[in-house]
């Protein structure tokens, strides 16, 4: 069973940074097809952050591009997302996500969630 196993959330002011780190685990890294981030805020829908495939593309939503940088170690089945010049409205729940390959099928995993608070 996969999972994902989220750290570095926590609390800082608007335009300081913090990193993001989410660790696969149960499968091989060829497996792992698209790996990235989502976040959640307070009476929103889950939204995307940023995803990084294993060939190394990447895509950003459009409010965090030039502020966040997603990298990914294929070697060690992780992902980070670095995050700067936080603004208040990247408070949100931050979920590592990962597309696994199944042979038979895909199959999105989620991790538990790690909470980013930014005040102003």
């Known amino acids: 069973q996969v999972q994902l196993v989220e750290s570095g959330g926590g609390l800082v002011q608007a335009g300081g940074s913090l990193r993001l780190s989410c660790e696969a685990s149960g499968t091989i890294s060829s497996r792992l097809l698209g790996m990235g981030w989502y976040r959640q805020a307070p009476g929103n829908e889950r939204e995307l952050v940023a995803v990084r495939t294993s060939s190394g593309r990447t895509s950003y939503a459009d409010s965090v591009k030039g502020r966040f940088t997603i990298s990914r170690d294929n070697a060690k089945n992780t992902v980070s997302l670095q995050m700067n010049g936080l603004k208040p409205e990247d408070t949100a729940v931050y979920y590592c996500?990962?597309?696994?390959?199944?042979?038979?099928?895909?199959?999105?995993?989620w991790g538990q969630g790690t909470l980013v608070t930014v005040s102003s």
């Open positions: 996500y990962a597309n696994v390959d199944y042979d038979v099928g895909y199959l999105e995993h």
